[in-house]
């Protein structure tokens, strides 16, 4: 069965820190990895990856793929309490989106 | 990106009724689909709502619990048929874009309670 986990589960940090985030996967018909943050309800797009050892960067958020060792990371520098959510990792198969429970990040002033 | 809607953004409803939540996309997709986020629950796909023919379903999914209509390119409704506290959730439309392969962008939500 195809599983997409995640962790931490939660985590809790000053504001400024850096934070890391996992996804890892076991996916067939693997297409590509999806990043997103998620606040109140609607979750937000963050990144697509598709290919390994590609960075994807966007102000302070990167991500990378590693189809080796199936799994990502989500890297969040000087963090920012407006960085509070859960961020959600979802792994495209050739059919739909398989989503992981998610991190829930808390960010203190 | 496109700008999508849903109506209503929260409900009540009572358990045994019936409720139909609508999603409006301003631009028209190809792709809709339906979610479910149960409380500490990740998100579930319920069905893909095809334009001009029958949703598909997702295992554990049926269409007389969950009927969806799509009668054109930018709208579609979920109905929850004959409701229990368990359909309590946030109920989530997305959209594929045209020219994007697999990012799904999401409505609002829609949150029910069932009591």
């Known amino acids: 069965e195809d599983k997409v986990v995640q962790s931490p589960l939660s985590l809790v940090v000053h504001e400024g820190d850096t934070v890391t985030l996992n996804c890892s996967y076991e996916v067939t018909n693997f297409r590509s990895l999806l990043w997103y943050k998620q606040e109140k309800k609607a979750p937000t797009f963050l990144f697509m990856l598709t290919s390994s050892g590609i960075e994807k960067k966007s102000g302070r958020l990167s991500s990378i793929l590693d189809k080796k060792e199936l799994s990502s990371i989500l890297n969040i520098t000087a963090t920012q309490t407006g960085d509070s959510a859960i961020y959600l990792c979802?792994?495209?198969?050739?059919?739909?989106?398989?989503w992981g429970l998610g991190t829930s990040l808390a960010v203190n002033p | 990106s496109a700008v999508i809607s849903q109506k209503p953004s929260r409900d009540i409803c009572q358990r045994g009724t019936s409720l139909t939540i609508q999603c409006q996309v301003d631009?028209?997709?190809?792709?809709m689909f339906w979610y479910r986020q149960q409380p500490g629950q990740s998100l579930t796909l319920i069905a893909t709502?095809?334009?001009?023919?029958?949703?598909?379903?997702e295992s554990g999914f049926v269409i007389d619990k969950f009927p969806i209509s799509r009668p054109n390119l930018t709208f579609s409704t979920l109905t929850v048929s004959n409701m229990s506290p368990e359909d309590s959730s946030i109920y989530l439309c997305s959209v594929g874009l045209p020219g994007t392969s697999y990012e799904q962008y999401f409505g609002p939500g829609t949150r029910l309670t069932v009591t």
């Open positions: 709502a095809n334009q001009g023919s029958e949703a598909t379903y």
């Open positions: 631009s028209q997709v190809t792709m």
């Open positions: 979802a792994v495209a198969n050739n059919r739909k989106l398989i």
